[in-house]
């Protein structure tokens, strides 16, 4: 009983194909291993994205809420301190009315005393050293008043300004 040649032919034939076909399927199996791996590996980076993402934005909302509090409280305080330096300005400028008061009191006494009388010639003024000083006096308080109240609007402004760039930079 010999076996034709052909029979071996086949034999050869499906055996190869059985030994393809097991490869395969082994070959696949490793691919779609793989293919899970990746897959997992993939969602893995994008759930660590999305926390970094998710992260970064909180960072980023806590810092610009420190920089609007920051400036909001640089405001307040210049608002605080401007409101304290206009109620200083009111005390002055009473203080000041009240000496003026005093003073026009007392250069009418001067006047009565040194026998002049307030009303006269238009040189009456210039020819008063009294009167002069006085009005000389109330001029520069009067100025200095202005130039008050403009260095500590400027004063103000400019403290401001600092802490809400200190609030920008933290």
């Known amino acids: 009983m010999t076996i ?9 034939a499906i055996a190869g194909a059985v ?11 490793n691919e779609r ?8 590996e993939f969602a893995d980076a994008r759930t660590e994205s999305a926390r970094l993402t998710a992260q970064a934005e909180t ?9 609007i509090k920051g400036k909001d409280d640089a405001i307040n305080q210049a608002q605080k ?7 200083a300005a009111d005390r002055a400028k009473r203080a000041d ?15 009565e005393a040194c026998g002049r009388s307030g009303t006269g010639s238009a040189s009456a003024t210039a020819d008063d050293p009294i009167g002069v000083l006085a009005d000389v006096s109330g001029r520069i308080d009067e100025r200095a008043g202005v130039l008050a109240e403009y260095a500590d609007r ?5 403290q401001t300004c600092e802490r809400q760039y200190d609030s920008l930079n933290k």
Not at 19 to 29: C, D, E, K, N, W
Not at 33 to 40: D, E, G, R
Not at 81 to 87: E, F, K, S, T, Y
């Open 4 to 12: 034709a040649l052909t029979t071996w032919i086949a034999a050869g």
């Open 81 to 87: 301190l401007a409101d304290g330096l206009r109620l």
């Open 154 to 158: 400027a004063r103000v402004a400019g």
């Open 59 to 67: 960072e980023q909302r806590e810092k610009f809420e420190r920089r």
């Open 97 to 111: 009315s009240k000496l003026r008061q005093s003073t026009a009191e007392l250069v009418a006494r001067a006047r």
């Open 33 to 40: 291993t793989a293919h899970a791996t990746s897959k997992q």
């Open 19 to 29: 030994a393809l076909a097991g490869v395969q399927t082994v070959r696949l199996a």
